[in-house]
């Protein structure tokens, strides 16, 4: 039997009603979880994402912005990195500003000797090693390099090269400083004194080793900015079937200084040591004019 239009219209009404409740009630559903339920969901997220939750709504606002929700995004040693800071870090914030402000500023440790801050995407824990930390060929002599006073370091102290031909730095941090399961890459930042001369030698090379096991090879290092007149053969071995060396060229940072990248490695779980060398001991040129702020070890976010 054939049912009225009338009636088939009130089917319908019901229907969407019951669609429009249901819709009400999984929306809804969410926000009326415990805010403790909510905060626990949210900490398995990263930091953006907690941040992009507090537009949600009121209720995940609260959560968002909790303690028990920073706390995961803090690495879990902070109270012991933050120990040794030279300048008291104010500890009675919330930890999500406390995140905040480890993300936007750094903070020098071991007797300013090293930089600390936290990738604000990820939380990942980044250094900066201050010039002074680093291996220094003839770093002690006053012939080779001094010491100097910069108004826009981070540090006291930064490297000057008065002149050398047997050029080597390197610089360590022990695995356990770093953020565990994580993409490192390492830039050196420096600048460059007007008559500055030799630095761009295809024999100057850089490497990282884990435990004494390489992890980046060897690319070539050039501290002078490329130009239209850079050799398009700069970093091409002279021997016979070795392929096209990686080559690394310097950028300007947003801070006045310059990176160029020396090598990356992936950060396991280990107890091991990083280390991270920038030389050139085989064409022995004459070398002058690196200003040296230090090595960056940050974060990789690409893939």
């Known amino acids: 039997m054939k049912q009225s239009r009338r009636e088939e219209g009130d089917d319908d009404v ?6 429009e409740e249901a819709g009400y009630c999984s929306s809804s559903s969410i926000s009326r979880l415990p805010e403790a339920c909510l905060a626990h969901a949210i900490s398995f997220t990263t930091p953006t994402d907690a941040c992009r939750c507090s537009a949600v709504s009121a209720d995940f606002q609260a959560a968002a912005s909790s303690n028990a929700v920073w706390e995961r995004f803090l690495p879990p040693d902070y109270h012991s ?3 040794r800071a030279d300048d008291p870090v104010d500890f009675t914030t919330s930890n999500k500003e406390l995140f905040l402000s480890l993300a936007q500023d750094h903070v020098l440790l071991d007797q300013r000797s090293k930089s600390f801050w936290l990738e604000r995407t990820s939380g990942a824990k980044c250094y900066l090693l201050s010039s002074r ?3 220094i060929a003839w770093g002690d002599d006053a012939r080779y ?7 826009d370091s981070r540090f006291e102290r930064v490297a000057a090269l008065v002149f050398v031909c047997w050029f080597h730095l390197r610089g360590r941090i022990n695995c356990r400083e770093l953020s565990p399961n994580t993409r490192y890459i390492v830039y050196l930042i420096f600048k460059l004194a007007d008559k ?3 630095l761009d030698c295809r024999t100057q090379e850089a490497y990282i080793t884990m435990d004494d096991q390489v992890v980046s090879a060897k690319r070539t290092v050039s501290l002078h900015p490329r130009t239209q007149e850079t050799p398009l053969d700069m970093g091409r071995s002279e021997e016979v079937g070795r392929a096209e060396e990686t080559v690394s060229y ?7 200084w ?5 090598g990356h490695f992936y950060n396991h779980q280990g107890d091991g040591m990083v280390v991270i060398n920038l030389q050139e001991i085989v064409q022995l040129n004459s070398k002058k004019g690196l200003i040296l702020e230090g090595m960056e070890i940050r974060h990789s976010i690409g893939p």
Request: hydrophobic share 35%; net charge negative; aromatic share 12%.
């Open 250 to 256: 310097p950028r300007e940072r947003g801070d006045g």
């Open 14 to 19: 019901s229907v969407g009603k019951e669609e």
């Open 133 to 135: 930390s680093l291996e």
């Open 196 to 198: 500055s001369y030799g």
């Open 81 to 83: 990195i933050l120990a």
């Open 258 to 262: 310059m990176e160029v990248q020396l």
């Open 145 to 151: 390099w001094r010491w100097i006073y910069l108004p």
